[in-house]
């Protein structure tokens, strides 16, 4: 099985790309895992953009979607709701009608928000399983956790050294693969 991972945050330091960073390293043979890296690289959504030729950012992205067999998703909550870069990257899905698009693909997505987050990431996440419904996803509840974390438990390798985070991360990659 081949997951891609999307993180929500374009910030270096992100917890949530060292989260599926974290994912990437745990995953057992014969799960191949890539982490996207460019989405600070999509252009703005424009439904008017949203024919052949695409950006080519937006080809590429749609690429590895297609060649995944699941997708694992983290992202913070900006605002409470998602962040805009992210939000424009799902937008870029919403169109797709190709075989092998996000319709009816295994996703799942982790939150990693820590104790201070006002909701703790819900409200993003209830947008996120919104946005799903509309490009016709297939949730995989086993591959959707609640993994608090902060700042600190990053470690200078760049990847989350908490037992129970790592637990829900090999949690998550076998939900996905089912």
């Known amino acids: ?55 080519e950012p937006v080809s590429r992205l749609r690429d590895r979607i297609h060649e995944a067999d699941a997708l694992l998703f983290c992202t913070p ?28 693909k295994p996703v799942g997505w982790l939150n990693v928000s820590g104790p201070a987050a006002p909701s703790g990431g819900a409200d993003a996440h209830d947008s996120l399983a919104k946005v799903m419904g509309y490009v016709g996803a297939r949730v995989v509840e086993a591959a ?17 050294s908490d037992p129970a985070a790592r637990a829900g991360a090999r949690a998550a990659l076998e939900g996905l693969r089912g």
Request: proline residues 9%.
């Open 1 to 55: 099985m081949d997951a891609l991972l999307i993180s929500g945050s374009t910030r270096a330091a992100s917890t949530n790309t060292a989260m599926l960073r974290t994912v990437a390293a745990l995953a057992p043979p014969g799960l191949r895992t890539e982490l996207y890296t460019d989405l600070a690289a999509l252009p703005a959504f424009n439904p008017d953009a949203d024919r052949d030729p695409l950006p």
């Open 77 to 104: 909550e900006y605002a409470g709701a998602l962040p805009g870069a992210f939000k424009n990257l799902l937008d870029w899905t919403v169109g797709d009608a190709e075989p092998g698009s996000i319709h009816d």
């Open 144 to 160: 959707c956790l609640r993994l608090p974390l902060t700042r600190e438990a990053v470690g200078a390798d760049g990847l989350i």
